[in-house]
């Protein structure tokens, strides 16, 4: 079972590497998973000597006020051999074999992250222990709890500590090692209080009792040990620390040791606890114990970590690919976002995707509505029909028919059109750059690149800008044939009538006779309707032919060619990705590595059991 916890020891580390050590994430993190030891204790407590005990050696800060302030993660590795040492992961090849070495450097990594303002902080310092005579454990040593602040720190010191503890203690998976002072009455003390409050039925909290050689003659801590006088599903443990003046004397952890054992089991009170009592004890009991949660919590951790790389990889996708960093691999990678783009907006247009109905919407009543309300009523009013009539046959009067003024009155009809036709091509070009819009926002790789986003769009405006133009002008050149040369069946047509020809025994006054007018106001109308009718149909062809043929064919061809001239340097301009981007981007990539590792050595585990 010892890999269990070396395993979790190797997560933890991890985990602290990517900076995912309990504090809040969008995603679940892994180490509020992992089964942990939290140390809690006020201040003068016996939490430091305890560890030392546990650990056998002398390696932490030592001074008054608050001199753990900032988690200490210990993990303890059993090893073959006479060797021992130390290292940290912050300085990853590094040995550490002189331990008041360690203490410096552990007083030294917290004045780097808080300053020597006295101030804490939650991000962990990861010791790892080497010992052929520790048992392998975990335990994550925190600031001791306490009620006042001390000169150099806020009065929001003491609040602070609290809530960093219980940002600890109160994960369900955390098992609480709380200590207290067996000279104080247990009911004042810190840890059983914080404990009580985030562990009520005491199933996760072990109880250490410390300092028991310094009560009170008389008094002894026989019903707090025994679990009477506050009860904890855990046993209590008591254990005897090196006094101040075995501190100052360099009394080594081995003779302590005996000294404990010693004390345990000559003194009558404690002779029948003897057994389970002291530093040594409690170590083995508390790796045992982690051992058999970590065994339990197996399940859990797969499921976690098996939802969890499918978040990350779902994440990674929805960010996209990291960027190439030679020409030929951006100008790739510029051109296939393009081509998305590009495929994108060719749905919208067959009726993959919405939006193109609009176009047909604009030829099937827009573009037919705008004609009809072209008043030619007023161009064939009696009064415009005579004017253009009389002034068509010049100083000398017409002598078979009025051709000259058919043909005026025809183009002045005809001429009017042309504001319908370029509403309609105006119309589609709105849709057809409405549909850049959406295809821009719905190609997820352009939101990656914020420039070439704008570029891709400005070329693709530029585009439809140059094919309304020659849509534009192809289609008023449609309305201008109409008017250029007339249909001369449709005149041959028509019943042939003496007087309207004019007959020459009448007088020119004759001829110009309100009936006479009248007649021919209706001809030209009916002429003109024919001609748009045949408008209707003939210039929604030449607008398709020309804007949305051309954009599903042409829309980015000038921004291609101009790509391909653009140096490295421009190139890497249109891929400026946000930094925030790319930042979450390595973050995510290093987590999902973390956990897939995580997951091949957990189940690697599971299996060996």
Known sequence: MENLISLVNKLQRACTALGDHGEESALPTLWDSLPAIAVVGGQSSGKSSVLESVVGKDFLPRGSGIVTRRPLVLQLHRIDGDREYAEFMHLPRKRFTDFALVRKEIADETDRETGRSKQISSVPIHLSIYSPYVVNLTLIDLPGLTKVAVEGQPDSIVQDIENMVRSFIEKPNCIILAVSPANQDLATSDAIKISREVDPKGERTFGVLTKIDLMDKGTDAVDILEGRSYRLQQPWVGVVNRSQQDINKNVD?????????????????????????????????????????IKSRIPGLQSLIT???????????????????????????????????????????????????????????????????????????????????????????????????????????????????????????????????????????????????????????????????????????????????????????????????????????????????????????????????????????????????????????????????????????????????????????????????????????????
């Open 253 to 293: 952890m081995i003779a302590a040791r005996r000294r404990e054992r010693e004390y345990f089991s000559t003194t009558p009170e404690y002779k029948h606890l003897a057994h389970r009592m002291g530093s040594e004890h409690l170590a083995k009991m508390l790796s045992k114990h982690l051992e058999s949660v």
């Open 307 to 609: 939802k969890t790389i499918a978040e990350l990889e779902t994440e990674l996708n929805r960010l996209g690919k990291p960027i190439a960093t030679d020409a030929g691999g951006k100008l790739y990678t510029i051109m296939e976002i393009c081509r998305m783009f590009d495929g994108i907006y060719k749905e919208h247009l067959d009726g993959v995707r919405p939006g193109g109905e609009k176009i047909y919407h604009v030829f099937d009543n827009q573009f037919p509505v705008a004609i009809k309300r072209l008043q030619f009523d007023k161009q064939l009013a009696m009064e415009n029909v005579r004017k253009l009539i009389t002034e068509a046959d010049g100083y000398q009067p017409h002598l078979i028919a009025p051709e000259q003024g058919y043909r005026r009155l025809i183009e002045s009809c005809l001429v009017s059109i042309r504001g319908p036709a370029e509403a309609a091509v105006d119309a589609v070009h709105a849709i057809l750059k409405e549909l850049v819009h959406k295809a821009i926002n719905e190609t997820h790789e352009l939101k990656q690149f914020p420039t070439l986003r704008v570029e891709v769009g400005n070329a693709a405006f530029e585009s439809l800008d140059r094919m309304r133009d020659e849509s534009k002008k192809n289609t008023l050149k449609l309305v201008d044939m109409e008017t250029s040369y007339l249909t001369v069946d449709f005149f041959r047509k028509l019943p042939q009538d003496v007087e309207k020809g004019g007959n020459p025994s009448h007088s020119i006054f004759d001829r110009y006779n309100d009936s006479y007018l009248r007649r021919i106001g209706t001809t030209v109308l009916a002429y003109v309707n024919m001609v748009c009718s045949t408008l209707r149909n003939s210039i929604p062809k030449s607008i398709v032919y020309c804007q949305v043929r051309e954009a599903k064919r042409s829309l980015l061809d000038h921004f291609f060619t101009e790509l391909g001239a653009r140096e490295i340097k421009q190139l890497s301009k249109l891929l400026d990705e946000d930094p925030a981007v790319m930042e979450r981007r390595t973050n995510l990539a290093k987590r999902l590595e973390l956990y897939r590792s995580a997951q091949a050595e957990i189940d690697a585990v599971a299996w060996s059991k």
